[in-house]
């Protein structure tokens, strides 16, 4: 069965500083990866997907992951964070022939100046 | 483009009453739709997925059911609302298997429903 970890539940970081999100899976088969990001009281926006290929994809609002096969790890990042991406950000994992996707539990990130 | 319609936007429905939340997708045909429950602070529940009209898998027990009467309307409705059943209802659709697909999941608005 597929599974997603996102071991920080509420992350802090100044504005223009660097950010990294972990995301660790657990999938036999090469998984479709994603990060998504959710603005309070809003719906989940698709920030990135991985499928196959290069390993390091990039997404939109300037956000990339890393896709690590040896560690089961999709960790987003953001070379520099402004006060928008305040926001919770959710890790999921799904795989071909299964329409469901397993989401992690999030991640809150604040933003202070 | 494909855009996704949820409504109603918010609702405060008394203990005991129905439900019926509704969904929409344009832009495309035969999608895959899902149903999720977020709780206050918590993560995503998937409540229901449909591959087509009239299939439904339900993945969830509980006093919800949904129906999908045609290709790109999704509902979920409840006979009589518990306090539980409050929170942040997301419908989400997915292109159907082998046309590219890779699963991704577009999201609504949301539906913000509180039971009182």
């Known amino acids: 069965a597929q599974s997603v970890t996102q071991p920080d539940i509420h992350i802090t970081v100044s504005e223009g500083a660097s950010l990294e999100l972990r995301c660790n899976y657990s999938y036999g088969a090469t998984p479709y990866l994603f990060w998504y990001v959710q603005s309070p009281g809003q719906g989940l926006q698709l920030l990135l997907k991985y499928f196959s290929g290069d390993t390091l994809v990039q997404g939109i609002k300037g956000f990339e992951a890393e896709f690590k096969r040896s560690q089961s790890s999709f960790n987003l990042r953001k070379p520099s964070v402004h006060w928008s991406d305040a926001a919770e950000y959710f890790c999921a994992v799904g795989a071909f022939g299964n329409e469901k996707l397993t989401f992690g539990t999030g991640t809150r990130l604040t933003i202070i100046p | 483009s494909q855009t996704i319609h949820q409504w109603p936007a918010t609702l405060v429905q008394p203990v005991g009453s129905p439900l019926s939340l509704e969904c929409t997708v344009e832009?495309?045909?035969?999608?895959?739709l899902y149903w999720y429950r977020q709780a206050a602070g918590r993560g995503l529940q998937l409540l229901f997925y449909?591959?087509?009209?009239?299939?439904i898998s339900s993945e969830v027990p509980q006093n919800l059911s949904a129906s999908r009467p045609q290709d790109r309307q999704f509902i979920l409705s409840s006979k009589k609302l518990l306090l539980s059943d409050s929170g942040f209802y997301l419908c989400a659709w997915s292109p159907p298997q082998g046309k590219g697909s890779y699963n991704e999941q577009f999201f609504g608005p949301g539906t913000r429903l509180t039971v009182l």
């Open positions: 832009g495309t045909s035969n999608p895959n």
């Open positions: 449909s591959v087509g009209i009239g299939q």
